[in-house]
């Protein structure tokens, strides 16, 4: 089940806050006129998109008890450069039951944004493994 | 991040990124409660749990601790720095332990795998962040185009 397709404008200006608060001082982010995104930066997207751009949390598990297991970035070709509109769409791809180190199970669900131009072409994935623990991970923390 | 002393002596040629060939490691100024909150705010995420310490305290942990993209994203820079901001086409990460404000953690990269796809070079980095302790914050792999 997928989230509803958005649009990200890759920003000069976000690309050089982030570029500085990942402690950067790379020219290819911070002087270039038009610089390439930072590895990591299309996770923003996430923490302005609306729950309707989410797929249903029902399908996901209680964000209570969701842990950040793991994160991916795939391009193809270079990150997009400052000045690029993409749209994203984010679904889940796969999951999984998986027994925990202290014993109880586990759940991991593989969330997947796709980036693409407007006219359709794969520009570069998202990928995010997300825990879904048997309890809160207050009582057990292993990731952030 | 990296001076320029480091960024000339790092190996970054096809011919120089044999297998196991490393980068030099780079070891960050303690993690900050401001440094989280700059992060959070160049991304957007405001979790709480990252900058509020009673919030923290209430949800069972001694304080504050790293949001895991601010660490991510410096691994990232880390491995930019050594190959090219341009050249990547892949970064991964998988989170370990929490790191703590006053945590200073280390980065290191390493080869792991070298191919030529469609004419095009490339190379996998292995990567990591770890802390003070000796604990793993993360374990990381990246590609690079290589030329």
Do not use: C
Not at chain 1, 14 to 25: D, L, V
Not at chain 1, 105 to 121: H, K
Request: zero cysteines; charged letters at 20%; glycine letters at 10%.
């Amino acid at each position: 089940m997928a989230g509803a397709p958005f649009t990200m404008e890759v920003e000069l200006g976000k690309i050089r806050e982030f570029a500085r608060a990942t402690k950067s001082s790379n020219p290819g982010y911070l002087t270039a006129d038009v610089p390439v995104s930072p590895a990591t930066f299309l996770a923003t997207a996430a923490f302005w998109t609306g729950p309707e751009n989410a797929p249903p949390m029902e399908e996901i598990g209680d964000p209570a008890r969701i842990l950040h297991g793991e994160q991916e970035f795939v391009f193809h070709g270079e990150p997009p450069r400052a000045g690029t509109r993409l749209v994203g769409q984010t679904r889940i791809a796969n999951s999984y039951d998986k027994r925990g180190k202290r014993g109880g199970s586990m759940r991991l669900v593989e969330l997947v944004t796709e980036f693409r131009t407007p006219e359709g072409r794969l520009v570069a994935e998202s990928k995010t493994t997300v825990i879904v623990t048997s309890q809160a991970p207050a009582e057990g923390p292993t990731a952030s | 991040m990296t001076n320029a002393t480091t960024i000339r002596t790092n190996p970054t040629t096809w011919d120089e990124l044999q297998l196991g060939v490393t980068a030099a490691p780079f070891t960050d100024a303690p993690l900050t409660r401001t440094d989280f909150v700059r992060y959070q705010g160049a991304s957007g995420d405001m979790n709480p749990i990252h900058h509020d310490e009673q919030f923290a305290r209430a949800a069972g942990f001694p304080t504050v601790f790293a949001v895991g993209m601010l660490p991510a994203g410096i691994l990232a820079t880390y491995a930019t720095d050594w190959l090219g901001a341009a050249n990547i086409r892949r970064f991964q990460v998988r989170f370990g332990e929490q790191a703590w404000p006053d945590d200073v953690l280390t980065y290191t990269g390493r080869v792991a795998g070298r191919r030529e796809e469609n004419g095009r070079r490339l190379v996998d980095v292995e990567l990591t962040a770890t802390r003070q302790t000796g604990g793993v914050h993360l374990r990381g792999s990246a590609t690079f185009i290589v030329t």
